[in-house]
């Protein structure tokens, strides 16, 4: 199904709202009766992860039984339907690896051409977050719903900017800051880029039973935070939030990825058994194997998403744990401005407003006598400059950098978040 055409006036979109299957791109809508937020939430991008969508329906339908008041609107969509028909992560490619301006752009320019399965459900949603885009006040609140093929407990996935922390804060499971800049072209990363706020969350393991239960949990605790839907409204909102604190119980508030493990076909990869999110590993512990032989971890830390499935361009990620202090000393800085001063070291240059969205900071050797060592990337990281850019001798990092929305919210999360460019909230 296209997506709903832009309203004239102060007529509704004529949503789509009759039940729906996992063969359907829109999974269903809620359309509140007083002004708000426009929350999207995606399952499905991957077609080995239905809990998503299921959750989706789960909630809808609960809305409208229940007749509960919402403001603004609640869309839900199902990501590769092909995929998920199958049961399988993909068919040709992963859908959620190639959201980059350049491939877009050809998207939208051969509407007709003969491509492979990804690039016509990708077109699909393309045209439907386009088509949001010019309809709905800025910024869309957006959730993208996963799960994961080792044992472990759920957790959030930000792009590592302040807008997106709020509604993960609220959902009670570690947040894991700088997968997205680590993972390169995702549904997440474009919207962020686009000043939507975005917000992944990995609900457990694909065929586990709780993690239903724990999206449906996540869902509520989100349309509560963002504004469409009153506390008061929810009584089985406490419930939520404990039943995911109880999930996470004696983890981190927050880890951050220091490292990933890029895996291809050739490679022959396998990960060793055993291994679940947020495990501690040692330096140098070996945690898998390929056609080169022993595969060892780089560092100490915690391993996330070891990969314990056919498809994936990701063997395993590293992490280390933030605590609360690291959290508000990198959202008090950013709220100053701190990294304004930045450029003015010697041997520093910081770019502006890159082709991709972000900013992009290059330190020379004059530079890393300023700050030297693995110091200067652990301060780069508290303003979000997580992405390893690579430039020869000097040391290049950017950031995602979040656009200001030519419109305003009006209500919630949305209508709050928007205050200017950049990092806001």
Same mark, same amino acid.
Do not use: C
């Given at each position: 199904?296209?997506?709903?055409?832009?309203?004239?006036?102060?007529?509704?979109?004529?949503?789509?709202?009759?039940?729906?299957?996992?063969?359907?791109?829109?999974?269903?809508?809620?359309?509140?009766?007083?002004?708000?937020?426009?929350?999207?939430?995606?399952?499905?991008?991957?077609?080995?992860?239905?809990?998503?969508?299921?959750?989706?329906?789960?909630?809808?339908?609960?809305?409208?039984?229940?007749?509960?008041?919402?403001?603004?609107?609640?869309?839900?969509?199902?990501?590769?339907?092909?995929?998920?028909?199958?049961?399988?992560?993909?068919?040709?490619?992963?859908?959620?690896?190639?959201?980059?301006?350049?491939?877009?752009?050809?998207?939208? %320019?051969?509407?007709?051409?003969?491509?492979?399965?990804?690039?016509? =459900?990708?077109?699909?949603?393309?045209?439907?977050?386009?088509?949001?885009?010019?309809?709905?006040?800025?910024?869309?609140?957006?959730?993208?719903?996963?799960?994961?093929?080792?044992?472990?407990?759920?957790?959030?996935?930000?792009?590592?900017?302040?807008?997106?922390?709020?509604?993960?804060? =609220?959902?009670?499971?570690?947040?894991?800051?700088?997968?997205?800049?680590?993972?390169?072209?995702?549904?997440?990363?474009?919207?962020?880029?686009?000043?939507?706020?975005?917000?992944?969350?990995?609900?457990?393991?694909?065929?586990?039973?709780?993690?239903?239960?724990?999206?449906?949990?996540?869902?509520?605790?989100?349309?509560?935070?963002?504004?469409?839907?009153?506390?008061?409204?929810?009584?089985?909102?406490?419930?939520?939030?404990?039943?995911?604190?109880?999930?996470?119980?004696?983890?981190?508030?927050?880890?951050?990825?220091?490292?990933?493990?890029?895996?291809?076909?050739?490679?022959?990869?396998?990960?060793?058994?055993?291994?679940?999110?947020?495990?501690?590993?040692?330096?140098?512990?070996?945690?898998?194997?390929?056609?080169?032989?022993?595969?060892?971890?780089?560092?100490?830390?915690?391993?996330?998403?070891?990969?314990?499935?056919?498809?994936?361009? %990701?063997?395993?990620?590293?992490?280390?744990?933030?605590?609360?202090?690291?959290?508000?000393?990198?959202?008090?800085?950013?709220?100053?401005?701190?990294?304004?001063?930045?450029?003015?070291?010697?041997?520093?240059?910081?770019?502006?407003?890159?082709?991709?969205?972000?900013?992009?900071?290059?330190?020379?050797?004059?530079?890393?006598?300023?700050?030297?060592?693995?110091?200067?990337?652990?301060?780069?990281?508290?303003?979000?400059?997580?992405?390893?850019?690579?430039?020869?001798? %000097?040391?290049?990092?950017?950031?995602?950098?979040?656009?200001?929305?030519?419109?305003?919210?009006?209500?919630?999360?949305?209508?709050?978040?928007?205050?200017?460019?950049? %990092?806001?909230?």
């Amino acid at each position: 199904m296209d997506a709903p055409a832009a309203a004239s006036g102060p007529s509704r979109p004529n949503w789509p709202v009759e039940g729906a299957t996992l063969t359907r791109r829109w999974v269903g809508s809620h359309e509140g009766q007083r002004p708000g937020p426009t929350m999207v939430i995606v399952g499905g991008i991957h077609g080995n992860e239905p809990a998503g969508v299921i959750a989706v329906q789960r909630v809808l339908h609960e809305l409208r039984q229940r007749r509960v008041a919402v403001s603004g609107r609640l869309l839900g969509l199902a990501g590769n339907l092909r995929a998920l028909s199958q049961n399988v992560r993909y068919m040709t490619r992963d859908l959620n690896r190639r959201w980059f301006p350049d491939h877009l752009a050809r998207l939208r %320019d051969t509407p007709h051409a003969e491509e492979s399965s990804e690039d016509i =459900e990708q077109r699909e949603l393309l045209n439907i977050f386009d088509r949001l885009d010019e309809t709905f006040d800025h910024p869309l609140v957006v959730m993208d719903l996963h799960s994961f093929s080792a044992e472990g407990p759920p957790f959030s996935v930000v792009a590592d900017t302040l807008r997106n922390r709020p509604i993960a804060y =609220e959902l009670r499971v570690p947040i894991i800051f700088g997968l997205e800049e680590a993972v390169e072209g995702t549904l997440l990363g474009y919207l962020a880029d686009r000043g939507h706020i975005a917000v992944g969350f990995e609900a457990g393991q694909h065929d586990d039973p709780r993690t239903v239960e724990n999206n449906v949990a996540a869902i509520w605790i989100a349309l509560v935070s963002a504004g469409l839907v009153a506390r008061a409204d929810v009584p089985e909102i406490a419930r939520f939030e404990a039943r995911l604190a109880q999930a996470a119980a004696g983890l981190p508030r927050a880890v951050e990825i220091v490292y990933r493990h890029p895996i291809t076909p050739e490679d022959e990869f396998r990960m060793d058994p055993g291994f679940y999110n947020f495990q501690g590993i040692g330096r140098g512990q070996r945690l898998a194997i390929d056609r080169s032989g022993d595969v060892d971890s780089p560092s100490a830390g915690r391993i996330l998403m070891p990969l314990y499935q056919g498809l994936g361009e %990701d063997g395993f990620f590293v992490a280390r744990d933030l605590g609360p202090a690291q959290l508000q000393l990198s959202a008090t800085l950013r709220k100053l401005k701190i990294d304004g001063l930045l450029g003015y070291l010697p041997g520093v240059d910081v770019e502006a407003d890159q082709a991709d969205g972000g900013d992009e900071i290059r330190i020379g050797r004059v530079g890393s006598q300023v700050v030297v060592g693995g110091v200067v990337k652990q301060v780069l990281r508290m303003f979000g400059y997580r992405k390893d850019v690579g430039g020869g001798d %000097d040391l290049v990092v950017a950031r995602r950098r979040q656009v200001q929305s030519s419109r305003r919210g009006r209500g919630g999360v949305a209508g709050d978040a928007v205050t200017d460019g950049g %990092d806001s909230e």
